[in-house]
Nanobody, 115 residues
Framework: QVHVVESGGGSVQPGGSLTLSCTAS????????MGWYRQAPGKIRQLVAG?????FVKGRFTMSRDYANNMVSLQMNSLKPEDTAVYYC???????????????WGQGTLVTVSS
């Protein structure tokens, strides 16, 4: 079983910053890729950062990868009210040398941007 856990969410005023962290743990061979999605109330889940950044976060958010330790973080600056959402981490891992990547999701962490 693979567990993906996010941390670092919270409330912040517009213009503020937050850093989210994510760790994948369990029994698997290696990490193939990790990324971040978000889902705002009443909206579909959307990609924030992975192989590329979503246009709406370019220049404001920075993702750092440490696949040797199965970790990824998301530094979020210049936050706007429209960034309010539950942020999810996704980890694609290789269970063994022969299998293709499998996807595992965290439970999400809430980010609220409000004055």
């Amino acid at each position: 079983q693979v567990h993906v856990v996010e941390s670092g969410g919270g409330s912040v005023q517009p213009g503020g910053s937050l850093t989210l962290s994510c760790t994948a743990s369990g029994s698997f061979f290696s990490t193939y890729a990790m990324g971040w999605y978000r889902q705002a109330p009443g909206k579909i889940r959307q990609l924030v950062a992975g192989a590329e950044y979503a246009d709406f976060v370019k220049g404001r958010f920075t993702m750092s990868r440490d696949y040797a330790n199965n970790m990824v973080s998301l530094q979020m600056n210049s936050l706007k009210p429209e960034d309010t959402a539950v942020y999810y981490c996704v980890a694609e891992v290789l269970m063994d040398r022969e299998s293709g990547p499998r996807e595992f999701w965290g439970q999400g962490t809430l980010v609220t941007v409000s004055s």
